[in-house]
């Protein structure tokens, strides 16, 4: 009897990512299986799609694992009795274009812009999504009643296919959405989402201050995004927002840049924020090792966390940071060297 032991992975079994330049099994961060490198909006042939998950999970056994580029993934898991592979996706990225009207100093995007900052309301320069769409629904390979969209960018505020694919995705019969946004434009569609409790809805704001906003994101829009904040909490089912805080250093990586913000937080009314620090110190799959955060950082979480407890708010630290703060800056035995 075969000793081989057998993987599964959720992600490539219900995820489908529709980024700029390559459509795949599992959203960033990930090294899964790519179906389509630079698509430009032709009829996708589904049946290769197909081919690739399944030759992939063929090669989740511990003979094989080591050919495929996600052998290291925490989201491998051993496979049980009850794990089919399954032709229907369960959850779908749309992150097709790259433009965006706000200028984080921190964000890779910025590379693709150039660095140029533009409000213009447009298509993707690389393909539509509505008709992608389509060509899913019309081959029933969207689990409608189950299905999450995921809608990431850019930015939703100057793509113009945003309402119409919320609106297809409604009319199918989704019901649950995960919205990321600068919010720097009132989305009414938004609004009315997270009021019938169908969108979660994440904003990075990193601060509490309008020049410090300004400092972090080159655009002096602030007030705009704290007005929306404060319409979007005023309604229905505020526990689906959620706003983060980005540890930027020499510019946020101080108590009272973090107090600022949980201050206005707890007056806004938002029920979660979340701690996040430059992804160069989490995430980066490209360079051979990834550099360590700094070691004050761990009193910056224990300060925002600490906040977090006395303002009734909820603390949300994505896993991969979690661990990164419990192995390496909460160890005990950390010197201040
Ligand atoms: C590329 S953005 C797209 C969505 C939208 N424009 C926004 O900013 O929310 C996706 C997410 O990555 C986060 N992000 C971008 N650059 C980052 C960095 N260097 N470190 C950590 N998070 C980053 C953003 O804050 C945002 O939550
Ligand atoms: S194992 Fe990881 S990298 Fe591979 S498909 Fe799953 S989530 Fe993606
Ligand atoms: S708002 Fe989002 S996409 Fe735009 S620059 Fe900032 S992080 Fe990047």
Redesign the pocket.
Known sequence: MSENKYYFCDELNNVLTCFHNKIMSCC?GQDGPIYMRNYKGQKIDWNYFWTIKENAFRLMTDENIHQLPCKDCFFLREKKLSDVISPKYKVLHI?NWTH?N?G?I????MKDSKGKIDTRVRRSDYYDMLPFLKQLYKQELLDRENLYVNI?????SVLKEFEPIVKECLKQGVRDFFI????IKYQPLIKTLISMDMATF???L?CGTRDLYYKLKRVDKFNDSVANLRKYASGEHPERITV?Y?V?EHFNDNFETITNFINLMSDIGIKNVEF?????Y?NQTDLPETPKPPLHYKDLYLHFKNLCNQKNINLIVWSKLQNLIDTYLLKDNLSDT
């Not at 921190?106 to 995007?109: D, E």
Request: net charge neutral; with cysteine; proline share 0%.
């Open positions: 960033s992150s965006c706000c984080c921190y964000c890779a995007r990431q960018g850019g930015d939703i990321l946004s600068n919010n994440v904003t990075s990193d983060k980005i930027i996040m620090i430059d992804n160069k989490v």
